[in-house]
């Protein structure tokens, strides 16, 4: 059994992030993609009492009802950003319950891996078996981060330019400068460091190929 190297502490932030065996590509399509952030948003919470499978399952006013219920409890954790990319993914994340990182990744991973070969008909594992948590110690780290987290689509070529990472879907810099989309993140702590969404745009825009050179930040990649 894997150990991990340090420990998740309750009310620390820390920079999460996993890929593919063997980077392949696993999300795909927007369906996939979909089914992803429904994941997030739905394991956020501690210990729902239904797998996200079965509550598919349920009739509309039942997923409400359920719904409502899961999301009047405690998160064990707060999303502050996120990057889904083809073959892997990264967070930004604030542990607000005891083991509340192990748990929402350990049903995140395992939910989507049901489904993604499910859909792409094959089995095996779909990750790699321990995912990386990098303790956030400054709030200068926390800023390059969160940069580094929202440039991944466009220093990987995905995306051609800033117009397109403001309306990109997958990620959470939309809900920083465009609308709030995605309501499972949280956007205050870092909004009231940065300010403005012109301030935000600024700053993420100051260096482009930031990633690509990682002097500050090369101990928190996959690298």
Do not use: C
């Amino acid at each position: 059994m894997s150990i991990r190297p340090i420990p998740l502490v309750n009310d620390e932030t820390y920079h999460v992030f996993n890929r593919s065996i063997a980077k392949r590509p696993i999300f795909l399509s927007v369906r996939d993609y979909e089914r992803a952030l429904a994941l997030i948003d739905f394991y956020r919470f501690s210990k729902p009492s239904l797998r996200f499978s079965h509550f598919k399952r349920l009739d509309t006013a039942k997923k409400l009802t359920f719904l409502d219920a899961l999301k009047n409890t405690m998160p064990q954790i707060k999303i502050l950003a996120f990057t889904l990319m083809p073959n892997h993914f990264h967070f930004l994340i604030r542990q607000t319950k005891e083991n509340g990182i192990i748990e929402f990744m350990k049903l995140f991973q395992e939910s989507y891996a049901k489904y993604h070969n499910i859909i792409a008909n094959r089995t095996g594992s779909v990750f790699q078996a321990l995912f990386k948590a990098v303790r956030i110690e400054s709030e200068e780290q926390l800023l390059h981060v969160f940069r580094y987290i929202h440039l991944n689509p466009l220093t990987s070529f995905l995306l051609k330019d800033l117009k397109e990472l403001e309306k990109f879907r997958w990620g959470s810099y939309k809900d920083y400068v465009e609308n709030k989309e995605h309501q499972f993140v949280n956007t205050t702590y870092i909004t009231q460091l940065l300010g403005s969404k012109t301030k935000i745009r600024e700053f993420t825009s100051d260096q482009i190929d930031y990633q690509r050179e990682l002097q500050n930040i090369k101990h928190l990649t996959f690298e």
